[in-house]
């Protein structure tokens, strides 16, 4: 049984950061990829970045590129997504999710696993 549980969301004003983790349990994160993803009211989710299993090859969308750093913690088998430079347009439902392998690709299809979210939301 897979689970996938994000933390780390909250209140935060414009320019500060936040940090979101995602714990997996029943995969691991150097045979699985990781994403994270967000949605916001009204709003499709979208992708925000992904790192790959076997390489931890990185990826962004343009929106959150040069902001926000997807890394892996092997050891605690754990996923984070650093979140710099928080604007108000960052603000959403974050979600984190894994498949089986990602590239450049398929960046936004085939993620069969998914947390709950984490809310966060930055204010002006």
């Known amino acids: 049984q897979v689970q996938l549980v994000e933390s780390g969301g909250g209140l935060v004003q414009a320019g500060n950061s936040l940090r979101l983790s995602c714990a997996a349990s029943?995969?691991?994160?150097?045979?699985?990829?990781a994403g994270w993803f967000r949605q916001a009211p009204g709003k499709e989710r979208g992708f925000v970045a992904a790192i790959s299993g076997r390489t931890g090859s990185t990826y962004y969308s343009n929106s959150v590129k040069g902001r926000f750093t997807i890394s892996r913690d092997i050891r605690m088998n754990t996923v984070a997504l650093q979140m710099n430079v928080l604007q108000p347009e960052d603000t959403a439902v974050y979600y984190c999710?894994?498949?089986?392998?990602?590239?450049?690709?398929?960046?936004?299809?085939?993620?069969?696993?998914w947390g709950q979210g984490t809310q966060v939301t930055v204010s002006s």
């Open positions: 029943g995969l691991t994160f150097t045979s699985y990829a």
């Open positions: 999710a894994a498949k089986w392998r990602v590239t450049s690709t398929t960046l936004e299809v085939g993620w069969n696993y």
